[in-house]
């Protein structure tokens, strides 16, 4: 009786769909519902698949023109793109997208493989999740296509000039500075400041202290920062004065050690290093705050420098540090940080001044000819700023278009 | 020697680097993973030179009975506690109810959240100093503070109906300070620091900055 009931129930539903299906559709139905007449969706037109550019390999870029159904309200609920691996091959769905979508990337495409695409505009009906008719119509064939590796990433052209040109700028000014020629630099108050702040504390017989962030060695303003230290180290040891390094990253420790040990070299005094003078304290954000915050209070030194990547725990030291009355130079390159800085240290170095300490304090030419080539590059973007403005604000041309960076 | 390999692999890892994010195609696409790998590995190794030199000192302050040298005894029984407990348990150390799932949610977690909470407090004396009207920006500042600190609190535009302002202008008013002035701001700061990093970077695989490398 069962197998009777389902027979029929087959021969039924295959005859629905024969009628209400063009020849190049097939229809999936529960076993209780089928489509009504005229909701077959035309199919999509124009279908093409080729490389996906810019990547690695491995994707396919299909693109189609819209079902002529395809519109509010109207026969075409998503397309199935479905992929073969042969013409005449099983075509199996490797994804979909809802209506309205005229691309589809396949990322599970074998670089070097060839395969065949098909898209497939979809109507269906679902009722409290269960779908009770779908009919569809498949587009012509396209393909063979296979994914290749590309070596330039074009999107990233702009990037790639920027680059060009701002890298060729230092090193002109590099070498024109390598040349002899004098080079002027804007005063940095913060970084005059340095021999000032040092100074106090000799004066007042106490310690210095000298914070590099909380970011590992791959970070450009832990760089920054412990590339400053070397400097203020060996004033500190020409004026006999403590320098205290709390660190909280090992890489950084062994790195600040080395630095502080050189600079103390190069002051002549190398018997006053001492080990203990650059230690680890612990990797953990507020642990790390904790722990300084305690030796700030415990042992009040006369001068504080803040110089690498901070994040919240910028304001907790900042502030212990005001508290104590030292005197406190500040730089960060986390924009959001800054304005903590700022409220709470006597000097601050904003952005790039972080940067430009090392050439500033070592007034050493090649170092300053890069300083005037990142100038420069300032200088460039400022003028496409101004044209930009211009341009766009009378709608002329979107220069901005050329700005945008792909992530 | 000592300073010309060091400066050799930075030059290459540093032009690869750059490499890799203008080249899509194998291996260039792998070398930001591989590089990552790395300096995890490096730096778990690492990890250890910092543990025992904060023993080495914390010791030593012990032993000499150094001023505050109480402090460095809890710092060893910490990390003693923490060390054997997570040794003892294991794979399963983080799993709850394990000793070290209770040490980090009742000793770690509070401790550090309190830290935090701290914040609040250093807020609010930092914008006391920060706020003080001085001078003109100094006033322009605590106006533009004010402003956007009344805009996000529903009371802000209350206050402005009740000072027959249209509603919503008060908010608003806030939310073209932080979009417009602080963006411009915020952006300018930002292209300052993005060609800082470039130079910075530069120097670096040109081999000009040479004192992050330490003793010659």
Known sequence: MRLTTALFLTLFLTMSAATAQEADSSLTVDSTFIAPPDVTPVMVKNLSARDNPNDAGGSILIKWDLSVDDIEGGKVTHYQILRAETSEGEFEEVGEVPSGNSQFIDNRADRGREFYYKVAAVNQRKQEGKLLWQVRSESALSGPVKSTAQWFDMRRLNVFVGMIILCGLIIIYINRAKSGKPIFIRKIAGLDAVEEAVGRATEMGKKIFFIPGISDMDNVQTLAGITILGKVAQMAAEYETWIEVPVSRSLVMVAAKEIVKEAYVKAGRPDAFHEDQVHYLTDDQFGYAAAIDGMFIREKPATVFFLGNFYAESLILAETGNSIGAIQIAGTGQQTQLPFFVAACDYTLIGEELFAASAYLSREPKLLGSLKGQDMGKAIILLALLAGIILESFNIFQLSQFFSVIE | ?216
């Not at chain 2, 209770?102 to 407090?121: C, D, E």
């Open chain 2, 1 to 216: 020697m000592r300073r010309e390999i060091p400066l050799l692999i930075t030059a290459i890892v540093g032009i690869f680097f750059v490499l890799q994010y203008f080249i899509p195609h194998p291996p260039f696409n792998r070398l930001n993973g591989w590089f990552s790998d790395w300096f995890s590995i490096i730096g778990a190794c690492a990890i250890w030179l910092g543990a025992l030199n904060l023993i080495r000192i914390s010791a030593d302050k012990i032993y000499r009975k150094r001023s505050d040298w109480g402090f460095s005894v809890v710092i060893i029984l910490s990390f003693l506690l923490i060390v054997v407990i997570g040794f003892k348990e294991g794979r399963d150390f983080r799993n709850p109810g394990s000793g070290f799932d209770w040490l980090y949610n009742f000793i770690y977690t509070p401790l550090s959240a309190t830290m935090f909470a701290l914040l609040a407090f250093f807020v609010a004396s930092a914008s006391y100093r920060a706020f003080r009207a001085r001078n003109l920006e100094a006033s322009l500042l605590l106006v533009a503070a004010f402003l956007v600190m009344l805009g996000r609190v529903p009371v802000g535009d209350a206050i402005g109906v009740s000072l027959g302002l249209p509603e919503t202008n008060i908010s608003k008013v806030a939310v073209w300070i932080m979009n417009t002035i602080n963006t411009a701001g915020q952006r300018a700061i930002l292209i300052g620091i993005a060609l800082g990093v470039v130079s910075t970077s530069l120097r670096i695989i040109l081999g000009i900055e040479r004192s992050y490398l330490g003793s010659e």
